[in-house]
Every structure is written in structure tokens, then in C-alpha cells.
């Protein structure tokens, strides 16, 4: 005989088994389950993927009463509550998508207890006659989907997430399960205050996705490095490409289906019937792309996206972390790319320099900016980088890379193909005096073209118009090629020894670049390597 299973883990486990179908927990489901049927708290931290679903769900199912789910994804909320009845779970939802009607029905079901699960957005809680109703049914706990949204720190605030501290006073009684996938110690400490969950257990796992290579690589001609990598190793796969603005999501798209690949174009300025129709032909169709803002992909549970490729910089590592998280949930390997050049850094710059908010919000932003431009430009393991970002030191390779704590991944760029690095010392100091130059002998202010078109000497109709040929400067660069100087840029930006600000990218020293051009600090780079993989270089750019 077994050992006896006391009757919490019997019961859930019974349940995994009968409604869900799956032989056993993963990871540390079953403790986070044994504790909120147990009536208590928790706090579960857990990539894409990793199953937190069922952490809320078994327990609404073993517990009397009804499980409040709160979610921001409305779009979501008729797909979660389908599967669930295909499941035989009594699920349903109260959003601002339903008539009266609808809206009667679910209520009514909730009073008189034939729900097991009832989804709610946030907004409703404002309701004051959805609180009563709550108020006369019998919950049985409240889940906090993607409970970052309280955090103000972090990348996706939401206003009425705040309200979620006041659940524990109205129904003290009620456990309560906050769950997120982004993990920095910053977002987990402010959840953890704001939605008053001092008393819960906390459920940290490894952040570490080891089936996804992550790669970055620079930019030069985008959509052909783009098309490059699909071809020759993603043809036929599922994926997404992120742009940033709706007008380079329509040209990709076009773009990759005048190529021959089947790809469909998402973001918030196409009407809601459109989106709705190529987001389920993505979950339904195989091998389809979706060329998409960051509007696309939260909660979307597609098993076998094979690559995420990012054609813009993201604002944050929290961000690149969660959108690249939408590959491989299937566990098998996937993609995760993203070309990057000075551009981006100048573009967003200029966003965060013209953002609302106060100056400590902007502050915030060009702090997520810089770690990822840190990320984009170490030398280093990009996933022990990554996983040091969210406080998760020695995490990586448990899944199919096995390395001692600590050791480089394996599966990455620069473990596949380590850049070299050298000493840029001198470059930056010829790069740095170049701006001072610009700066205090001419009180000018330009942007990386021209400082690299002066260092390499070349006699452009703006280098003459400004007389920039009769810096001292003026031609002192020629070792290295105009790639190779962006390649410097950004890199002292990277390392902020050097600043850029404005509508043309005009570049501007620091604090510490005093230290490079006084000769007090050395400064390596990163030399890119050839690519990965089987692309061949592009031309252009
Ligand atoms: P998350 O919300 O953390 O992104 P989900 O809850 O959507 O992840 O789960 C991801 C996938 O893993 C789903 O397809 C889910 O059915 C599956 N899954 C979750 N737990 C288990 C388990 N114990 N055994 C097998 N599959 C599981
Ligand atoms: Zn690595």
C-alpha cells in the first residue's frame, strides 16, 4: 500500500486527475494548493507556462463556494471560461462586453451556487452593486491574475488593481492567491504591500526557460535579417514579431507575405473584429505569423509558438522577458531574437525624455532602458544576465542544458558564439572628444551620424557646412567602419559613459565619461561575432 495522503492533497490530486487529466503536479503546485485550500494566502511567482492555473482552480474546486478569479484580460475571459466548461467546471464571467441579459444570468448562477469559478475585471469591483452581490454568494477564495498590475514600478500598471487591498478587509475570511509571471524583487516586494498580503506564503520559482536560445543580434536591414532567420530556420513555424508602432507591424506584415510567409498584422488601431479574428486564426491555424504591438500575446496560451522575434528594442527586461516567454510553452526548442540598433536607443530616449509623469517616473524608465541595453550589450551568458536581473543568481540550466550553478547556459548567443571582447579604450576616447569637442569648442550638439562621419573623415555636404573638417578630430577614426563606431555608441551608452536626449538623437557626455577621456578607465567591448545559426549575412543597411 501507499502512504496515506492526508485528505487536501488526496482530494486536489483526485481533481488533477478527474477534471483536468494529468497524472501529477509540476513544480510546486501541490503545496500552493495544499495552502490556499487550507484557507491560506500565497503568493505564487511563476513563468509563462509554468502552471498557475490550476493553482486557483483546484483549490476553488475542492473548496465550498465560489473562486473569484480577477483579470485584467477581458478579451480572455470567454476562452478561459470555455475550456473550463469542456472540462465539466461551472465557469463564468462578468465583464463590460455583456448585456443585461448575460450579465443577469451569470448572477444568478453565482447566487445560487451553481459556479465554481466566476471571472471578474478589476473595474467591476468599483461597482458598488457588484460587491453586494458578492456580498450574498459564498466565495470560496480570490485569485489576483497577473498581480503585477498593482505595481506602479513595474510595466503594466493598472489603476484598479489598487482596490485589491481592500478584499482582505471586506472578506477577511477569504484566502487569497495573487499570481504573476514578472519577478523582480522590486514588482514581488510591491505586490506583496499593496494587495496587503503580509501573512502569505510565498512561491518563487525559477524563472529559467531553458528550451528558448535567446539571441541578439544588430540591426542592419531588419526585415531581411528578419526573413533571414525564418527561412532558414523557423519555415513553417508559429510566431510573433513585435514592432513597436502600428505603421512597422502593417509594413512587416505586408512585408513577410509578399516573401511567401503567411503572416497577419495586430495592434490597437485595428478595428476589435479584426483582431479578435487574427488572434484566434494564430491559436488555431499552424505555422501562422502575427506581426503585433506589445497589445498582443498577454494570455495567450498557444503551446507551440516556435520564435518570438522583437524588431524593436523593448522598454524593459520585465517586458523582453514576458513577451519572449510566449515561446516554447510546449517545452520544446524555440527562438527568442531580437535586433537591436542605436536607433532604438535614440527613439526611446526621446519617449521617455517626452513621457507624462514626473521626473522619478522617467527617472524609472531610463533605469528599465538601461538594463535593457546592459543586456543587449554583455559579453556575458545572456541567461545568467537575464535570471540575475529577477534576483534569480545560479538558476540557470535544471531544465535540458544541466550546468553547475552559475555556469554559462549554453544556449544562447553568447555562449554559442562568444563575441570577442577588446579594449575600446581608445575608440571611446576619440568618440568622447569628438562630442567634447563639438561641445566646447563649437557649443554644438550632434547625433552618432555626424560624430562617426568625422571620425572617419568624410567630407559630407553637413561636415562642410558646419566646417567639422577642421576639427582636430576630423578623420581620426578610420580604423574601425561606420558599423563598427555605432557599434561603440552604443555601447558607451550601454555602460553610460555616454548620454543621448532629443528629437535627433544628439549625443551628450556624462558624469563619468570625464573618466575615459582623463584616461582613468579602461573600457572593453563587445565585438559581434557571426551570426548564429544558419543565416547568412544580410546585405544592406
Ligand atoms: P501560466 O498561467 O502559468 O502561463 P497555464 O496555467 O496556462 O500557465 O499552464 C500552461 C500549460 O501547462 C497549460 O496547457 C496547462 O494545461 C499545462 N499544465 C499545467 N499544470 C500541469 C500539470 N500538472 N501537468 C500537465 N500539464 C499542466
Ligand atoms: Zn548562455
Not at 513544480?27 to 494566502?41: A, N, S, Y
Not at 450574498?136 to 489598487?162: M, N, T
Not at 530616449?349 to 517626452?354: A, G, P, Q, S
Request: some cysteine; glycine content about 8%.
Amino acid at each position: 500500500t501507499t502512504q496515506p495522503l492526508d485528505d487536501t492533497s488526496s482530494e486536489a490530486l483526485q481533481v488533477l486527475h478527474r477534471v483536468f487529466g494529468y497524472d501529477s503536479f509540476r513544480g510546486e503546485q501541490q503545496d500552493i494548493i495544499e495552502t490556499v485550500v487550507g484557507g491560506g494566502d500565497a503568493l505564487v511567482l511563476m513563468p509563462t507556462g509554468g502552471g498557475k492555473s490550476l493553482c486557483y482552480q483546484i483549490p476553488a474546486l475542492v473548496r465550498s463556494g465560489v473562486g473569484v478569479v480577477i483579470s485584467p484580460l477581458i478579451a480572455l475571459m470567454q476562452d478561459q471560461v470555455d475550456a473550463l466548461t469542456a472540462l465539466g467546471v461551472r465557469a463564468g464571467f462578468l465583464n463590460s462586453t455583456q448585456d443585461y441579459e448575460q450579465r443577469r444570468e451569470v448572477e444568478q448562477a453565482f447566487l445560487s451556487g451553481e459556479l465554481d469559478l466566476l471571472y471578474l475585471a478589476p473595474e467591476r469591483l468599483r461597482v458598488e452593486q457588484t460587491v453586494r452581490l458578492l456580498d450574498q454568494g459564498k466565495i470560496s477564495l480570490f485569485a489576483i491574475d497577473e498581480a503585477h498590475c498593482v505595481s506602479q514600478w513595474g510595466h503594466d500598471f493598472r489603476p484598479d488593481y489598487l482596490m485589491l487591498s481592500e478584499l482582505h478587509e471586506r472578506w477577511p475570511d477569504v484566502p487569497r492567491i495573487a499570481l504573476t509571471a514578472t519577478a523582480t524583487e522590486a514588482t514581488h516586494r510591491e505586490i506583496a504591500t499593496r494587495l496587503n498580503l503580509a501573512e502569505a506564503k510565498h512561491f518563487v520559482a525559477s524563472f529559467d526557460r531553458p528550451n528558448i536560445q535567446y539571441r541578439i543580434v544588430p540591426k542592419d536591414n531588419p526585415q531581411r535579417q528578419l526573413l533571414d532567420l525564418l527561412r532558414t530556420e523557423h519555415a513553417g513555424d508559429a510566431g510573433i514579431v513585435y514592432c513597436l508602432s502600428r505603421n512597422s507591424v502593417e509594413k512587416t506584415a505586408t512585408f513577410l507575405t509578399q516573401n511567401g510567409i503567411e503572416a497577419v498584422p495586430y495592434h490597437a488601431g485595428l478595428d476589435s473584429r479584426m483582431r479578435a479574428k487574427h488572434q484566434s486564426r494564430f491559436l488555431r491555424e499552424d505555422g501562422l505569423v502575427v506581426v503585433a504591438t506589445i497589445a498582443f500575446g498577454m494570455g495567450i496560451d498557444k503551446p507551440d509558438v516556435r520564435f518570438v522575434a522583437h524588431l524593436d528594442l523593448p522598454k524593459s527586461v520585465e517586458g523582453y522577458y514576458q513577451e519572449t516567454g510566449r515561446a516554447g510553452r510546449d517545452g520544446l526548442p524555440s527562438t527568442a531574437w531580437l535586433a537591436y540598433g542605436l536607433q532604438d536607443v535614440v527613439q526611446q530616449r526621446k519617449m521617455i525624455d517626452t513621457s507624462e509623469g514626473d521626473a522619478a517616473h522617467r527617472r524609472r524608465l531610463g533605469t528599465h532602458l538601461d538594463a535593457m541595453l546592459a543586456l543587449c550589450e554583455t559579453v556575458q551568458c545572456r541567461r545568467q544576465q537575464l535570471l540575475a536581473y529577477f534576483g534569480q543568481t545560479g538558476a540557470v540550466g535544471r531544465g535540458m542544458n544541466a550546468t553547475q550553478d552559475g555556469e554559462p547556459c549554453g544556449n544562447c548567443d553568447t555562449c554559442l558564439t562568444p563575441p570577442e571582447s577588446w579594449d575600446g579604450t581608445i575608440a571611446a576616447q576619440k568618440l568622447l572628444s569628438t562630442v567634447y569637442r563639438l561641445q566646447h569648442e563649437r557649443n554644438q550638439k550632434f547625433g552618432a551620424g555626424q560624430v562617426i562621419d568625422i571620425l572617419l573623415g568624410k567630407v559630407t555636404p553637413k561636415v562642410s557646412q558646419f566646417r567639422h573638417d577642421e576639427l582636430t578630430v576630423f578623420g581620426i577614426g578610420t580604423e574601425l567602419k561606420d558599423t563598427e563606431w555605432r557599434g561603440v555608441v552604443r555601447q558607451l551608452l550601454a555602460q553610460r559613459l555616454l548620454a543621448v536626449e532629443g528629437d535627433y538623437g544628439t549625443l551628450l557626455l556624462t558624469d563619468d565619461s570625464a573618466e575615459v577621456l582623463g584616461r582613468r578607465r579602461d573600457v572593453m567591448m563587445r565585438r559581434e561575432p557571426e551570426r548564429v545559426g544558419r543565416s547568412s549575412r544580410s546585405s544592406g543597411g
